[in-house]
């Protein structure tokens, strides 16, 4: 079971801190991934964290603005924002994932956060 909370309204430019909350599974033992889906648009990978946290891989469009990271004895993984730009605006959901195919694939994905940036 994941879910994810942090999301909000904010400006161009501002910064926002997500966090996936996960019970049901053995947390520490999963590849994690962030994915977002825009109105009117596929679902997009953003992120991935392996599990002992020490690999990391970013989207193109959020490479340097975006961070994940996870603490495996909170059971959470986070994803601080920053620089945010309009096209940023999606909902945002956390998901495990086999790390063969963590930009294509995305399992038990939670009820997601909705982030909106205005310009």
């Known amino acids: 079971h994941l879910v994810e909370s942090g999301g909000g309204l904010v400006q161009a430019g501002g910064s926002l801190r997500l966090s996936c909350a996960a019970s049901?599974?053995?947390?520490?033992?999963?590849?994690m991934t962030w994915v977002r889906q825009a109105p009117g648009k596929e679902l997009e990978w953003v992120s991935t964290?392996?599990?002992?946290?020490?690999?990391?891989s970013y989207a193109d469009d959020v490479k340097g603005r975006f961070t994940i990271s996870r603490d495996n004895a909170k059971n959470r993984m986070y994803l601080q924002m920053n620089s945010l730009k309009p096209e940023d605006t999606a909902l945002y959901y956390c998901?495990?994932?086999?790390?063969?195919?963590?930009?294509?694939?995305?399992?038990?994905r939670g009820q997601g956060t909705q982030v909106t940036v205005s310009s």
């Open positions: 964290i392996y599990s002992d946290g020490e690999w990391t």
């Open positions: 998901a495990w994932c086999y790390q063969s195919s963590c930009t294509t694939d995305f399992y038990n």
């Open positions: 049901g599974f053995d947390f520490d033992r999963n590849d």
